[in-house]
């Protein structure tokens, strides 16, 4: 990524025209009668043509400007970034700022443009931009700030974030990325300060929960906020606050299998072995097939065990070892450390069988990546718009698309490194839980041979002891016994009552 604004630097020269005094004059005059098809060509003639610095300048923006309004916002980004890459002596450098702060928006690309601004953000130009309109500074530092997360700058990041003012439509984002930075258990001063920023993450996840319109994908990033909240809960040891967070996300949106999967060990932990197994029952519903869940079949066979239930921990590890031992093979040959990137990419663009179906999908789940994909789709269809339009074999499209070739290339090398550590991760959890099923099954056989030893009979056990309805969390609340059917309105309600097969426990049914 550090090549990236070398990359991006300028727009490849063609032979220079000679210079055209009256060219960037006309292109203006066709830009303000809202001519793009003919000010685009001539104020590229007037940015390669050299000679006054302030014109060429002027040209070069104008240029990007023109694309922006062809409706181009790729090939625009490409012009804005070569002038921001130019410096503050550029004389359109803060409009230029501005544009690809725009573009950004246009596209909403989270792996270019952020780091792109990341770079350009240096103490040389903080007085300068700090002149920019409050928003896009606003969106600068909310930018800049994920970038700073992602690289673990935590200290950074909570400064840039904390800098987004209340007024912005980024606020709300703010707040949650924020309340994830704060919490982090890596964040500089814990443990010793701990409480206190544990206190201030907590207050950023309640803010971006109580944000109202317009914000940028508010109900998004509010159930983000709400896993956030349940996370931070979960790791204090708050297990019933955690669990009340996780199902405050609503059902079938795009983050509730997580919220349902996350549940299930806030319950486990809360001893509420029925509603863990109720959360991972919902997690394992037809409507989830093809879902990546290898840890899920974990906790599962864990409650069992703790519950003494050991028939049901070996029939779920089973199920386990027949669901995800031949995804692991199939795994193997796509894990190399020297695997082309580009090849990696493809694995995860194209709809192919070479990758085990939840793995896949796990993949092109993930938010970077469906943003490569989405930025690659609009370079294309740019490509084809350049070279079929009323540009066409002009120097302006002949360049224009080689541009784009050129930021093609680096997206592809980007989308190809998070495929490739996305794939070794999902091969590395896999070996993890593979690992850890084992571990429990060993340790389910040493606890039935001790049981056989003291001559303890868990079928008569099992048998004296009764189940019972679940508590009702209402009164407008139905009970309905699960017969093996799902059904659409139950998903995300089941709770599971168990017996205890564990001889200290006896007298003890879990309700």
């Avoid at 725009?102 to 953000?121: G, V």
């Avoid at 695997?339 to 663009?349: C, E, K, R, T």
Wanted: with cysteine; charged share 25%; glycine share 6%.
């Amino acid at each position: 990524m550090n090549r990236l604004l070398p990359l991006l630097a300028v727009l490849a020269p063609l032979a220079a025209s000679a210079q055209d005094p009256g060219g960037y004059n006309r292109a203006l005059a066709a830009f303000n009668a809202g001519d793009i098809d003919t000010a685009a060509p001539l104020f590229f003639q007037a940015s390669e043509a050299g000679g006054d610095a302030q014109t060429q300048g002027k040209a070069e923006y104008f240029l990007a400007q023109s694309l922006a309004k062809k409706g181009l916002p790729v090939a625009a980004f490409i012009s804005y970034a070569a002038i921001v890459n130019a410096g503050p002596s550029h004389p359109s450098y803060l409009k230029a700022v501005e544009g690809l702060v725009d573009m950004q928006q246009q596209l909403d690309e989270q792996n270019l443009i952020p780091s792109i601004l990341n770079q350009a953000y240096s103490d040389e130009v903080r007085d300068q931009w700090v002149t920019l309109p409050k928003e896009v500074l606003a969106r600068i530092n909310y930018l800049v700030g994920t970038v700073s997360q992602r690289r673990m700058r935590f200290e950074e990041a909570r400064s840039l974030l904390e800098a987004v003012p209340k007024d912005s439509r980024v606020y709300a984002k703010a707040r949650y990325l924020l309340g994830v930075v704060l919490a982090d258990p890596r964040f500089p001063g814990r443990p010793g300060e701990g409480e206190a920023l544990d206190k201030e993450a907590l207050a950023a996840f309640n803010v971006a929960l109580a944000s109202q319109e317009p914000q940028v994908e508010l109900k998004a990033t509010q159930h983000l906020a709400l896993i956030g909240l349940g996370r931070l809960h979960y790791r204090r040891g708050e297990y019933a606050e955690a669990t009340a967070a996780y199902e405050r996300v609503p059902r079938y949106t795009r983050y509730w299998d997580q919220a349902l999967f996350e549940n299930g060990f806030a319950r486990f932990q809360n001893e509420d072995f029925g509603g863990a197994l109720g959360s991972l029952q919902a997690l394992h519903a037809p409507q989830f097939a093809g879902a990546f869940q290898p840890e899920s079949w974990i906790l599962k066979s864990t409650v069992y065990y703790y519950a003494c239930l050991y028939d049901e921990v070996k029939t779920t590890l089973a199920a386990f070892d027949d669901l995800y031992g031949p995804m692991a093979k199939q795994l193997e040959p796509f894990t190399a450390e020297d695997g082309d990137l580009i090849q990696a990419y493809n694995l995860v663009a194209a709809e192919n069988r070479r990758l085990p179906r939840p793995v896949y999908l796990w993949l092109r789940n993930n938010e970077r990546i469906r943003e490569v994909m989405r930025v690659l789709a609009r370079v294309d269809q740019e490509k084809r718009e350049l070279s079929s339009g009323p540009w066409r074999g002009t120097p302006l499209a002949t360049q224009t698309v080689a541009s784009l070739e050129e930021i093609r290339g680096t997206l592809l090398q980007v989308g190809g490194t998070l495929a490739r550590s996305r794939i070794r991760e999902a091969a590395d959890n896999l070996r993890t839980f593979s690992d850890q099923a084992e571990i429990i099954r060993v340790q389910t056989a040493l606890d039935e041979k001790d049981l056989l030893q003291a001559g303890l009979d868990q079928k008569t056990l099992l048998t004296r002891q009764s189940l019972y309805r679940p508590k009702m969390p209402g009164a407008a609340w139905n009970y309905w016994k699960f017969q093996g059917e799902f059904w659409i309105d139950e998903i995300g309600y089941y709770q599971y009552t168990l017996k205890r097969g564990c001889p200290a426990k006896t007298a003890d049914a879990q309700p």
